[in-house]
């Protein structure tokens, strides 16, 4: 039995434009596929890897997309068997066939033919995968201008600007929470609702002082939380869609379910609903998720009449190029729990009291960090999408590295500005002191390039440093402001 080489899908993209087979195209049932326009490479976010492609199959010449997957599971795995933007797709290729299949289908049902690429290309496809990584290389965007002489610049120097940038971006991320924080509280006092906010806040808003009284309803603070992580958790692909999402679920509304003990699935119900990712329970053949829909449609049904928001749609998202454990639904499993321990935990709550009564800094970043870890249960445990099941168990929805990124971007900002508006300033530099001293598990290529492109090692491992670098590249490297940069200034004057 040939092995199963699992091939990263830029490769098969290369595979794919240069069409060097050993032998003509084929369907497992030997109709002849003729590749007459490959199509044109699709650079954006979401959608077939090859749009516009013109291929004749048998007799019959189609004109559509193409989509490329490593395995031929991919398909379902990825979400594309429930995306719309998958429906106009001619030809399905994957480099393994581990299903042993010869059809996918598409959202509207329509079979779409799918062959295995190993059967077609050289046993040595080594050529092709270099010629992929050089093409790689040499697209690259995060190169710095000052790459090959910021050796000039002592590395104390480097750190120390460095640093600072990370304490700039740290009070930036405060101010943008204060504003929402703001927001929030005059919605709330005058009682209107989310689309207001972006085209008619008055006078009366940007005039208004606001005091530590604007600020004492619970229910601000856990909308704001639940916003910022929810964005967090959309990563830059379905970043917006679940900020989105957040806003018009809101926690007033969700506060609404009052059946604690069927809290969780009670939301799962809404978010996915409102989401727009429910399939038809008529196209799902395993039993588990039969029934798992039926409950949560049935749960949706209960509650449906009391919403009057924003409903989206499943072509709004985005399930390409990402690992399955992030894809959107199980981030949408992991976000109905933590929503949970808000409205129901005392999560904020207990954030501030363990901040308060914990002096050693290194237990309370424990303590801190453990209170946004969520293991994995329910339907969500074993599986990716709807009727698909994971290869292996989700052990946690949210795991340390993730809850490492929400305490650095999130909690300890939010905990900052939450003493400096209640007058305990002396607690609101120990959540900042938590953070110059937070090292952090996750990594970011960006942040190893700068760190290795000014030759830093390992420091960018200190959480201050590492949004210290982001903050260098995103706002004086990629806007070549380097007379405006301290390491630039050095080297180019």
């Known amino acids: 039995m040939k092995n199963i080489i699992k091939v990263p899908e830029k490769f098969l993209y290369e595979i794919w434009k240069e069409q060097n087979f050993v032998r ?41 997309d193409v989509e490329i997957d490593s395995f031929y599971s991919d398909w379902k795995t990825h979400g594309h068997s429930i995306n719309k933007r998958y429906n106009k797709v001619i030809l399905h290729a994957s480099f393994n066939n581990d299903a ?22 050289k ?46 971006r740290f009070k930036a991320k405060c101010d943008k929470m204060l504003e929402r924080l703001k927001e929030l509280s005059y919605l709330k006092d005058m009682r209107l609702k989310e689309p207001v906010i972006k085209y008619e806040l008055d006078e009366r808003f940007y005039n208004k002082t606001f005091t530590k009284k604007d600020f004492s309803h ?45 809290f969780v699935v009670y939301t799962e119900a809404v978010l996915f609903n409102v989401a727009g ?9 395993d039993d588990e998720t039969s029934d798992y ?15 009057d928001r924003h409903m989206f749609n499943s072509t709004q ?12 639904t199980i981030r949408l499993a992991g976000g109905a729990r933590l929503i949970n321990k808000l409205l129901h935990g005392n999560l904020i709550e207990e954030a501030i009291e363990k901040t308060e009564t914990i002096d050693n800094i290194n237990k309370l970043t424990n303590v801190l960090r453990s209170l946004f870890i969520i293991k994995g249960d329910g339907y969500w445990q074993k599986h990716y999408v709807f009727g698909e099941k994971a290869k292996t168990q989700i052990n946690y929805f949210l795991g340390a590295s993730r809850a490492d990124e929400i305490l650095v971007n ?75 940069c301290e390491i630039g200034k050095k080297i180019f004057n």
């Open 293 to 307: 829909l039926r409950t949560i449609v049935e749960k949706w049904n209960f509650v449906k009449d009391g919403y």
């Open 24 to 64: 003509e195209l084929s369907t497992k049932d030997g109709q002849v596929i003729q590749v007459i326009d490959i199509g044109t490479e699709n650079k954006e976010v979401g959608g077939p890897d090859f749009k516009n492609a013109r291929i004749k199959i048998g007799n019959i010449t189609y004109m559509g």
């Open 317 to 328: 998202w985005h399930f390409m190029k990402l690992r399955p454990q992030n894809f959107p």
């Open 123 to 168: 046993t040595d496809i080594t050529s092709i995968i270099k010629k992929a990584l050089l093409s790689e290389t040499k697209s690259k965007i995060n190169k710095m201008p000052c790459t090959e002489v910021n050796m000039e610049v002592s590395e104390n120097e480097k750190l120390d600007f460095v640093y600072g940038l990370g304490i700039k």
């Open 218 to 262: 619970p229910k601000i603070w856990q909308q704001l939380v639940y916003e910022l992580v929810f964005e967090a958790l959309g990563y830059s692909k379905n970043k917006e869609i679940m900020k989105a999402l957040a806003r018009a679920v809101t926690i007033d509304f969700l506060d609404m379910i009052k059946i604690k003990e069927e």
């Open 410 to 484: 999130i909690i300890l900002p939010l905990l900052s500005i939450y003493f400096e508006i209640f007058d305990k300033k002396e607690l609101s530099q120990r959540a900042i002191k938590v953070y110059l001293n937070f090292y952090q598990k996750s990594e970011n290529n960006l942040v190893n390039e700068v760190a290795a492109t000014l030759m830093l090692g390992d420091a960018w491992k200190r959480s201050v440093l590492y949004q210290g670098m982001i903050e260098l590249f995103r706002n004086y490297c990629s806007r070549e402001k380097c007379l405006e």
């Open 100 to 121: 042993n299949h010869s059809y996918v289908f598409t959202a509207d049902g329509r079979k779409v033919q799918s062959i295995a690429l190993s059967r077609f290309v």
């Open 277 to 285: 990712l429910i399939p038809d329970v008529m196209d799902v053949k």
